[in-house]
């Protein structure tokens, strides 16, 4: 059985990684073709290194773009790698550009797409990752749900019974797989930051785009940065929207993007994770440390009814929610976060 994996942004290379390793313990036959969505080394090179990932097999370079331009260029250049390899299986993961993009052409060469982290849904419409996700789930054959929330989505949108499929959250196998890594890296150290810190990634269009809630998150963080160490590992593109609206950060510790093994650690150690990110969300609530989303939804709810997660849409309540955090036992980790996601995926697709 031939598997070819799409990759092509950061959120999804944790997700290749286990389900890579369990296909070659399985002696599937693998190709990795990486769209180059993210493309510098910390938003890429660095995970393949980190996760032990093989180098790509096909690198279609399609670098940064609007959301038309970049789905455009990698259909247009998958369209010739897919008509080559003719897989038994394109697997798509997450909800980036590339796996949609993957995913329409693979159907319509008659390829069979199984989707990793099918059913999640946030109901809203205006996140461009809302369009990827529904897109993905009505064309893949095969649905690989990291949640029983998500297969109850499937179901509810009339999905067949025998697409679906629970596997489990590949994410924390990975996460559980780096943190030895992430323990040795002593990063937190580096940064002189101890158990206080307070760690911070923004990057979706409702937080960034927008100057004056980027400037209320901005006030925020100041004000948090007088109690707190706040280290802010910065998207490029976020950097770009602070200094395009002339944010001054004061002591926040503003950063380029850091590596998987080095943000571990970070997010290990932190008082509390202030986030945008889906992933984040996972991870914190597998560690249990606290996390606020700066969003109004979510599309992992599991992370709020069974983890550490909790929205605070207004940014004015953010620096008293975050001074209101208190540390309590870390509740069970959802069911299939166990580590073993990344083998019941393999299982999956040679089973079919």
């Known amino acids: 059985m031939k598997l070819l994996h799409v990759v092509g942004a950061r959120p999804n290379f944790p997700k290749l990684a286990p389900v890579h390793r369990a ?7 693998q190709t990795v073709v990486h769209t180059g969505q993210h493309y510098d080394d910390a938003m890429s090179g660095a995970f393949f290194r980190d996760l032990g990932i093989p180098q790509p ?4 370079g399609v670098g940064s773009a609007s959301h038309a331009v970049q789905t455009a260029r990698i259909i247009e250049r998958i369209e010739p790698v897919l008509e080559r390899e003719r897989p038994d299986w394109v697997v798509v993961y997450g909800d980036v550009n590339s796996t949609m993009a993957a995913a329409i052409v693979a159907v319509k060469l008659g390829l069979r797409v ?6 999640l849904r946030s109901r809203d419409w205006s996140m461009p990752e809302e369009i990827n996700r529904i897109v993905t789930d009505r064309l893949a054959s095969l649905l690989l749900t990291p949640s029983r929330d998500a297969d109850a989505t499937l179901r509810a ?15 924390i196998d990975s996460l559980l797989h780096a943190l030895p890594m992430a323990r040795a890296s002593g990063f937190r150290a580096k940064l002189g930051v101890d ?26 963080l ?14 490029p593109r976020t950097q770009q929207r602070l200094r395009d609206a002339g944010i001054d950060m004061g002591a926040v510790k503003l950063m380029e993007p850091v590596a998987y093994a080095e943000m571990l650690d970070l997010v290990q150690g932190a008082h509390v994770v202030v986030t945008d990110s889906g992933g984040l969300q996972e991870e914190t609530t597998a560690l249990g440390v606290p996390c606020l989303t700066v969003r109004e939804n979510t599309e992992r709810p599991i992370t709020i009814t069974e983890g550490t997660n909790q929205l ?15 540390r309590t036992p ?23």
């Open 157 to 171: 949108e009339g999905e067949p019974e025998s697409e679906i499929v629970f596997v489990g959250n590949v994410m």
């Open 114 to 119: 199984a989707h990793v982290e099918a059913g």
């Open 23 to 29: 296909a070659v313990q399985a002696g599937l036959v």
């Open 312 to 326: 605070v849409p207004d940014p004015a309540a953010l620096a008293a929610a975050v001074r209101s955090v208190r």
């Open 195 to 220: 158990g206080k810190a307070v760690v911070v990634t923004l990057h979706r269009p409702s937080n960034v785009d927008e100057p004056r809630r980027l400037a209320g998150i901005a006030d925020a």
């Open 222 to 235: 100041r004000d948090l940065a007088r109690d707190y160490a706040v280290v802010f590992p910065a998207h």
């Open 57 to 60: 097999d096909v690198d279609l």
């Open 330 to 352: 870390a509740p069970p980790r959802p069911e299939g976060w166990d580590g073993k996601a990344g083998e019941r995926v393999a299982h999956a697709l040679a089973a079919r």
